[in-house]
Protein backbone atom coordinates (compact mmCIF):
# COMPACT_ATOMS: atom_id res chain seq x y z
CA UNK A 1 0.00 0.00 0.00
CA UNK A 2 1.60 3.51 -0.92
CA UNK A 3 1.61 5.61 1.84
CA UNK A 4 -0.64 8.78 1.44
CA UNK A 5 1.28 12.17 2.05
CA UNK A 6 -0.76 14.99 2.59
CA UNK A 7 2.55 17.22 1.99
CA UNK A 8 3.59 17.47 -1.70
CA UNK A 9 -0.20 17.67 -3.04
CA UNK A 10 -0.13 20.94 -5.16
CA UNK A 11 -3.22 21.87 -3.56
CA UNK A 12 -2.42 21.21 0.00
CA UNK A 13 0.24 23.16 2.22
CA UNK A 14 0.86 21.32 5.59
CA UNK A 15 3.93 21.04 7.40
CA UNK A 16 6.21 17.85 7.70
CA UNK A 17 5.37 17.06 11.13
CA UNK A 18 1.64 17.73 10.84
CA UNK A 19 1.87 14.67 7.92
CA UNK A 20 3.80 12.17 10.48
CA UNK A 21 1.44 12.95 13.07
CA UNK A 22 -1.37 12.50 10.72
CA UNK A 23 0.11 8.66 9.17
CA UNK A 24 0.67 8.04 13.07
CA UNK A 25 -3.13 8.18 13.39
CA UNK A 26 -4.61 7.51 10.41
CA UNK A 27 -1.90 4.38 9.59
CA UNK A 28 -4.41 2.18 7.19
CA UNK A 29 -6.01 5.10 5.18
CA UNK A 30 -4.26 5.33 1.55
CA UNK A 31 -5.04 8.91 0.45
CA UNK A 32 -5.13 12.17 1.72
CA UNK A 33 -9.08 12.33 2.02
CA UNK A 34 -9.08 8.91 4.37
CA UNK A 35 -6.57 10.07 6.37
CA UNK A 36 -9.08 13.66 6.95
CA UNK A 37 -11.88 11.39 7.69
CA UNK A 38 -10.33 8.90 10.01
CA UNK A 39 -9.15 12.17 12.23
CA UNK A 40 -12.09 13.88 12.43
CA UNK A 41 -14.43 10.31 13.25
CA UNK A 42 -11.58 9.65 16.08
CA UNK A 43 -11.45 13.73 17.45
CA UNK A 44 -15.64 13.47 16.85
CA UNK A 45 -17.53 14.29 19.83
CA UNK A 46 -14.79 15.69 21.91
CA UNK A 47 -16.55 18.05 24.31
CA UNK A 48 -14.41 20.55 26.61
CA UNK A 49 -14.99 20.15 30.24
CA UNK A 50 -12.96 19.64 33.46
CA UNK A 51 -12.17 16.03 34.78
CA UNK A 52 -9.67 15.56 38.06
CA UNK A 53 -8.05 18.18 40.35
CA UNK A 54 -6.54 21.39 39.37
CA UNK A 55 -3.89 22.52 41.94
CA UNK A 56 -4.55 26.21 43.05
CA UNK A 57 -3.64 29.12 45.37
CA UNK A 58 -6.54 31.96 46.15
CA UNK A 59 -5.52 35.20 46.21
CA UNK A 60 -7.70 38.76 46.36
CA UNK A 61 -6.46 41.43 44.45
CA UNK A 62 -8.00 44.70 44.57
CA UNK A 63 -11.08 43.21 45.85
CA UNK A 64 -11.19 40.06 43.00
CA UNK A 65 -10.80 36.82 43.98
CA UNK A 66 -8.17 35.17 41.80
CA UNK A 67 -7.12 31.33 41.83
CA UNK A 68 -3.78 30.78 40.72
CA UNK A 69 -2.80 27.59 38.97
CA UNK A 70 0.74 26.44 38.56
CA UNK A 71 1.52 24.83 35.46
CA UNK A 72 4.71 23.53 36.10
CA UNK A 73 6.99 24.32 39.11
CA UNK A 74 9.15 27.01 37.86
CA UNK A 75 7.37 28.57 34.96
CA UNK A 76 3.39 29.14 33.64
CA UNK A 77 1.04 30.24 35.91
CA UNK A 78 -2.85 30.47 34.79
CA UNK A 79 -5.00 33.17 36.43
CA UNK A 80 -8.71 32.45 37.03
CA UNK A 81 -11.03 34.54 37.82
CA UNK A 82 -10.40 37.65 35.76
CA UNK A 83 -11.72 39.41 33.02
CA UNK A 84 -9.18 41.58 30.95
CA UNK A 85 -11.64 43.57 29.35
CA UNK A 86 -12.29 45.25 32.49
CA UNK A 87 -10.53 44.16 35.69
CA UNK A 88 -6.96 46.17 34.34
CA UNK A 89 -8.71 49.91 35.55
CA UNK A 90 -6.06 49.92 39.02
CA UNK A 91 -2.90 50.10 38.56
CA UNK A 92 -2.16 47.67 41.14
CA UNK A 93 -3.74 44.76 40.14
CA UNK A 94 -1.61 45.76 36.43
CA UNK A 95 1.60 45.91 38.90
CA UNK A 96 -0.09 41.86 40.56
CA UNK A 97 0.03 40.48 36.77
CA UNK A 98 3.53 42.38 36.13
CA UNK A 99 5.28 40.80 38.91
CA UNK A 100 3.48 37.21 38.30
CA UNK A 101 4.45 37.58 34.95
CA UNK A 102 8.10 38.17 35.38
CA UNK A 103 8.34 35.22 38.15
CA UNK A 104 6.34 32.81 36.45
CA UNK A 105 7.67 33.54 32.73
CA UNK A 106 4.38 33.17 31.02
CA UNK A 107 1.03 33.72 32.84
CA UNK A 108 -2.48 32.38 30.86
CA UNK A 109 -6.21 32.98 30.77
CA UNK A 110 -9.12 31.43 30.21
CA UNK A 111 -12.43 32.55 29.20
CA UNK A 112 -11.13 35.94 27.47
CA UNK A 113 -12.79 35.01 24.19
CA UNK A 114 -15.21 38.27 24.53
CA UNK A 115 -12.15 40.68 23.77
CA UNK A 116 -12.58 42.47 21.31
CA UNK A 117 -9.18 43.16 19.43
CA UNK A 118 -9.06 46.81 20.41
CA UNK A 119 -9.57 44.82 24.01
CA UNK A 120 -6.74 42.95 23.46
CA UNK A 121 -4.47 46.15 22.10
CA UNK A 122 -5.51 48.08 25.44
CA UNK A 123 -4.40 45.12 27.82
CA UNK A 124 -1.73 44.78 25.89
CA UNK A 125 -0.67 48.11 26.35
CA UNK A 126 -0.84 48.39 30.06
CA UNK A 127 2.57 46.68 29.71
CA UNK A 128 4.30 48.43 27.22
CA UNK A 129 4.28 49.64 24.31
CA UNK A 130 2.68 48.17 21.20
CA UNK A 131 5.44 46.49 18.79
CA UNK A 132 5.42 46.09 15.16
CA UNK A 133 5.33 42.02 14.27
CA UNK A 134 9.19 42.09 14.59
CA UNK A 135 9.82 44.89 17.46
CA UNK A 136 10.65 48.17 16.99
CA UNK A 137 9.24 49.96 13.76
CA UNK A 138 12.95 50.30 12.41
CA UNK A 139 12.14 48.22 8.85
CA UNK A 140 9.35 47.56 6.42
CA UNK A 141 8.29 43.86 6.29
CA UNK A 142 8.41 42.47 2.39
CA UNK A 143 5.11 40.84 3.12
CA UNK A 144 1.80 42.68 4.29
CA UNK A 145 0.38 40.63 7.33
CA UNK A 146 -1.95 43.30 8.61
CA UNK A 147 -5.59 43.04 10.08
CA UNK A 148 -7.42 45.98 8.93
CA UNK A 149 -7.41 48.90 11.72
CA UNK A 150 -4.71 46.65 13.63
CA UNK A 151 -1.64 46.70 11.56
CA UNK A 152 0.02 45.35 14.59
CA UNK A 153 -1.66 42.55 15.14
CA UNK A 154 -0.48 39.27 13.49
CA UNK A 155 -3.02 36.10 12.72
CA UNK A 156 -1.61 32.60 12.67
CA UNK A 157 -4.28 30.58 10.83
CA UNK A 158 -4.13 26.80 10.12
CA UNK A 159 -6.44 24.51 8.81
CA UNK A 160 -7.15 21.23 6.39
CA UNK A 161 -5.38 22.82 3.29
CA UNK A 162 -2.52 25.59 4.54
CA UNK A 163 -1.42 23.70 8.12
CA UNK A 164 1.96 24.70 9.77
CA UNK A 165 2.80 26.14 13.37
CA UNK A 166 5.82 27.88 14.89
CA UNK A 167 6.59 24.47 15.80
CA UNK A 168 10.57 25.11 16.10
CA UNK A 169 12.35 26.49 19.21
CA UNK A 170 12.10 30.82 19.29
CA UNK A 171 11.72 33.67 21.06
CA UNK A 172 9.58 35.81 18.53
CA UNK A 173 11.41 37.98 16.27
CA UNK A 174 14.87 37.74 18.08
CA UNK A 175 16.63 38.50 14.47
CA UNK A 176 15.68 42.17 15.19
CA UNK A 177 18.19 44.50 16.75
CA UNK A 178 15.34 45.06 19.20
CA UNK A 179 12.92 42.12 19.32
CA UNK A 180 9.51 42.53 21.45
CA UNK A 181 9.84 42.12 25.32
CA UNK A 182 7.34 40.34 25.36
CA UNK A 183 4.04 38.35 23.33
CA UNK A 184 0.22 38.34 23.75
CA UNK A 185 -1.47 35.28 22.13
CA UNK A 186 -5.35 35.01 21.92
CA UNK A 187 -7.01 32.18 20.60
CA UNK A 188 -9.59 32.62 18.60
CA UNK A 189 -10.45 29.07 17.44
CA UNK A 190 -9.21 25.83 18.81
CA UNK A 191 -8.53 22.12 17.47
CA UNK A 192 -10.26 19.67 19.57
CA UNK A 193 -7.27 18.29 20.53
CA UNK A 194 -3.44 19.38 19.49
CA UNK A 195 -1.54 22.46 18.56
CA UNK A 196 -0.55 23.32 22.52
CA UNK A 197 2.04 25.80 23.05
CA UNK A 198 5.24 24.97 25.00
CA UNK A 199 7.54 27.24 26.84
CA UNK A 200 11.04 26.89 28.24
CA UNK A 201 12.52 28.98 30.37
CA UNK A 202 16.12 30.13 29.99
CA UNK A 203 17.35 31.32 33.33
CA UNK A 204 17.42 27.06 34.13
CA UNK A 205 19.18 26.95 30.06
CA UNK A 206 21.48 29.04 30.99
CA UNK A 207 21.68 27.59 34.51
CA UNK A 208 21.73 24.06 33.27
CA UNK A 209 24.19 24.19 31.08
CA UNK A 210 27.91 23.12 33.10
CA UNK A 211 30.26 25.61 34.28
CA UNK A 212 32.86 24.90 31.97
CA UNK A 213 30.29 25.87 28.93
CA UNK A 214 29.25 28.84 30.81
CA UNK A 215 32.62 30.20 30.49
CA UNK A 216 33.38 29.40 27.30
CA UNK A 217 30.41 31.30 25.74
CA UNK A 218 29.75 34.20 28.80
CA UNK A 219 31.31 36.48 25.99
CA UNK A 220 30.24 34.71 22.22
CA UNK A 221 27.97 36.34 20.38
CA UNK A 222 25.61 34.84 17.95
CA UNK A 223 23.98 35.70 14.82
CA UNK A 224 20.12 35.64 14.46
CA UNK A 225 18.67 35.29 10.99
CA UNK A 226 14.58 35.50 9.59
CA UNK A 227 12.67 33.09 7.39
CA UNK A 228 12.43 34.00 3.90
CA UNK A 229 8.73 35.04 4.77
CA UNK A 230 10.16 37.64 7.78
CA UNK A 231 11.91 39.41 4.52
CA UNK A 232 11.93 43.35 4.92
CA UNK A 233 13.66 46.22 3.25
CA UNK A 234 13.76 43.22 0.78
CA UNK A 235 16.60 41.18 2.57
CA UNK A 236 16.21 38.36 5.62
CA UNK A 237 16.58 40.39 8.39
CA UNK A 238 19.52 39.60 11.08
CA UNK A 239 20.90 40.55 14.08
CA UNK A 240 23.81 39.82 16.24
CA UNK A 241 23.41 39.42 20.31
CA UNK A 242 24.71 38.29 23.08
CA UNK A 243 24.70 34.54 24.06
CA UNK A 244 24.26 35.29 27.54
CA UNK A 245 21.70 37.85 27.79
CA UNK A 246 20.77 39.93 30.83
CA UNK A 247 17.43 40.30 32.10
CA UNK A 248 17.29 44.02 32.35
CA UNK A 249 14.40 43.81 34.98
CA UNK A 250 15.50 41.22 36.78
CA UNK A 251 19.36 41.14 36.50
CA UNK A 252 19.70 38.09 36.02
CA UNK A 253 20.79 35.70 33.10
CA UNK A 254 18.88 33.77 30.46
CA UNK A 255 20.29 31.58 27.60
CA UNK A 256 19.49 33.58 24.44
CA UNK A 257 20.13 30.78 21.39
CA UNK A 258 16.75 30.13 19.47
CA UNK A 259 17.58 27.31 17.50
CA UNK A 260 15.14 28.52 14.80
CA UNK A 261 17.00 31.73 14.14
CA UNK A 262 20.43 31.24 15.07
CA UNK A 263 22.64 29.89 11.83
CA UNK A 264 26.11 30.44 13.84
CA UNK A 265 28.54 32.25 15.76
CA UNK A 266 29.55 35.78 15.60
CA UNK A 267 32.64 35.40 12.70
CA UNK A 268 34.80 37.88 14.70
CA UNK A 269 35.27 34.82 17.36
CA UNK A 270 37.38 32.58 15.26
CA UNK A 271 35.59 29.78 16.34
CA UNK A 272 36.60 26.13 14.39
CA UNK A 273 34.13 24.75 12.76
CA UNK A 274 33.86 21.52 14.72
CA UNK A 275 33.57 23.09 17.50
CA UNK A 276 31.28 25.92 16.88
CA UNK A 277 28.94 22.79 15.58
CA UNK A 278 29.10 21.17 18.86
CA UNK A 279 28.55 24.07 20.98
CA UNK A 280 25.47 25.28 19.10
CA UNK A 281 23.84 21.67 19.13
CA UNK A 282 24.56 21.28 23.00
CA UNK A 283 23.11 24.94 23.42
CA UNK A 284 20.20 24.19 21.57
CA UNK A 285 19.66 21.01 23.13
CA UNK A 286 19.15 22.98 26.23
CA UNK A 287 15.44 24.08 25.09
CA UNK A 288 12.98 21.56 25.77
CA UNK A 289 14.27 19.92 29.14
CA UNK A 290 10.95 18.87 30.49
CA UNK A 291 12.10 20.27 34.12
CA UNK A 292 12.02 23.73 32.93
CA UNK A 293 9.21 23.34 30.37
CA UNK A 294 5.60 23.79 30.65
CA UNK A 295 2.60 23.31 28.06
CA UNK A 296 -0.51 24.81 27.46
CA UNK A 297 -3.56 23.54 26.02
CA UNK A 298 -5.71 26.10 24.20
CA UNK A 299 -9.19 26.30 23.82
CA UNK A 300 -11.06 29.24 22.08
CA UNK A 301 -10.71 32.29 24.73
CA UNK A 302 -7.52 31.17 26.33
CA UNK A 303 -4.72 34.12 26.14
CA UNK A 304 -0.97 33.80 27.16
CA UNK A 305 1.54 36.37 27.63
CA UNK A 306 4.77 35.82 27.33
CA UNK A 307 8.44 37.44 28.17
CA UNK A 308 10.25 36.94 25.06
CA UNK A 309 13.00 37.65 26.85
CA UNK A 310 13.13 34.87 29.49
CA UNK A 311 11.47 31.82 27.41
CA UNK A 312 11.94 30.66 24.29
CA UNK A 313 8.29 28.67 23.16
CA UNK A 314 6.92 26.57 20.45
CA UNK A 315 4.01 25.58 18.98
CA UNK A 316 3.31 21.46 18.36
CA UNK A 317 2.34 20.47 14.83
CA UNK A 318 -0.04 17.63 15.50
CA UNK A 319 -3.63 18.89 15.08
CA UNK A 320 -3.85 18.81 11.25
CA UNK A 321 -6.46 18.61 9.55
CA UNK A 322 -8.48 20.81 12.13
CA UNK A 323 -8.44 24.28 12.47
CA UNK A 324 -6.14 26.51 14.98
CA UNK A 325 -6.71 30.23 14.67
CA UNK A 326 -4.72 32.45 16.92
CA UNK A 327 -3.99 36.46 17.18
CA UNK A 328 -0.84 38.10 18.41
CA UNK A 329 0.31 41.03 19.64
CA UNK A 330 3.98 42.14 20.10
CA UNK A 331 5.15 44.58 23.30
CA UNK A 332 8.01 46.60 23.86
CA UNK A 333 9.51 47.98 27.12
CA UNK A 334 8.25 51.26 28.34
CA UNK A 335 12.13 51.88 28.64
CA UNK A 336 14.14 52.05 24.96
CA UNK A 337 17.49 51.73 26.45
CA UNK A 338 16.44 48.14 27.82
CA UNK A 339 14.93 46.83 24.33
CA UNK A 340 18.27 45.85 22.56
CA UNK A 341 19.59 42.80 24.16
CA UNK A 342 22.95 43.07 26.14
CA UNK A 343 25.11 40.97 28.74
CA UNK A 344 25.97 42.27 32.20
CA UNK A 345 27.55 39.22 34.31
CA UNK A 346 25.92 39.02 37.53
FE1 LIG B 1 6.39 32.73 18.29
Known amino acids: ?191 PVGGDTSFCDAYSMWNGLPEETRAKIEHLKAVHVGSPHHAMDGKRPSAVHPVPRTHPETGRTTLFMPRSFVKQFDEGHGLDDDEAKSLLTELFDQAGQPEYTCRFRWVAGSLAMWDNRAVQHRATADFWPHRRSMERLTILDYEQDRRAPYYRPE
Open 1 to 191: MSTPKPTGESEHQIAPQMAVVARARAPGASDHTGQVEAIRAQDDGLVAGQLGTIYYKPVTVCGIDLKLEPVQPSIGTIVHGIDLAKDLEDPEVVSFLRDLWLERRVIMFRDQGHLTRQEMVNYAQKFGVIGAHHGERDHVPDLPTSVPGFPDMLIIASGEKRAGAASGWHSDATWSTRPPMGSVLMCREAP
